[in-house]
């Protein structure tokens, strides 16, 4: 779902690599408890929207959630349905589709929470798409928006001693720079975000700092599980607390519809 690439498969492999990475561990494991607590208990009606290779499409059916997966780039498309087709048990609570965030064939309100994680950052802007997104939640629905935080930019540069690209990004506010897979992406603020989620009649829950001590490591840090464990820990503790969370490389914001009587 970005305009850089046709499809974004074509940095498949890259994203597979960061993924599997600590870092992308992180991004996964933070993100997915959230939205599993925010859910409950009760089996939800879930869509992904930029599902990507289904990483969170495999965590909320594990969940036991009915999850819709869609996804514009076909290559990545396929790797869902392939991790999906790994774990038989989940499939028939699995559906794939290839579809666009500004076309999406769904009714409004038909869904107990839309998830939109990596996505909106590499998009023009984050209006039009989180219209887009928010109707289709239904009353009591979450809606979950995982994307590139304003407020950080320059800290990975900085703190991996790219001190000219850092203090240039300081220095300006600049919203874009290059990501981990060497495609410019675009910031949002949380509160940015939040007002966008108000404007479209929902509610805003405490937002997220994903990734605040870990996201300066290298692309191929893959720590021994202990030490992995204990970063998870540090980094959930401070991932809702000021000021610790507006340092995070990504913010994940949570928003919530009013519940019909």
């Not at 991004?27 to 869509?47: F, Q």
Request: a negative charge.
């Amino acid at each position: 779902m970005t305009p850089a690439s046709s499809d974004f498969a074509e940095v498949g492999g890259a994203y597979a690599a960061y993924s599997n990475g600590g870092r992308g561990r992180l991004r996964h494991d933070i993100t997915a408890r959230r939205v599993l607590a925010e859910l409950g208990d009760r089996p939800a009606r879930v869509l992904d929207v930029g599902c990507g290779d289904g990483e969170m499409v495999w965590r909320l059916a594990a969940a036991g959630h009915q999850v819709t997966g869609v996804e514009r780039s076909t290559g990545m498309l396929t790797a869902a349905a392939e991790r999906i087709a790994a774990a038989p048990e989940l499939a028939e609570r699995v559906t794939l589709a290839e579809g666009d965030i500004y076309a999406l064939p769904f009714d409004d309100a038909a869904f107990d929470a839309v998830v939109c994680h990596g996505v909106v950052m590499y998009l023009p802007d984050s209006g039009a798409p989180t219209v887009h997104l928010a109707r289709l939640v239904a009353g009591g629905g979450l809606l979950s928006i995982l994307t590139k935080n304003q407020l950080a930019v320059g800290v990975r540069e900085a703190l991996r001693g790219q001190y000219e690209s850092a203090r240039a990004q300081i220095e300006s506010g600049q919203a874009a720079s290059v990501g981990n897979l060497g495609i410019t992406t675009r910031g949002d603020t949380p509160d940015h975000l939040d007002d966008l989620a108000r404007a479209n009649g929902l509610t805003p829950l405490p937002w997220q700092g994903v990734r605040i001590f870990h996201d300066h490591c290298p692309n191929d840090w893959a720590p021994e599980e202990e030490e992995y464990q204990a970063a998870l820990a540090v980094e959930w503790a401070a991932s809702t607390r000021s000021p610790y969370r507006e340092l995070g490389r990504l913010v994940h914001t949570l928003a919530r519809r009013e519940a019909t009587t």
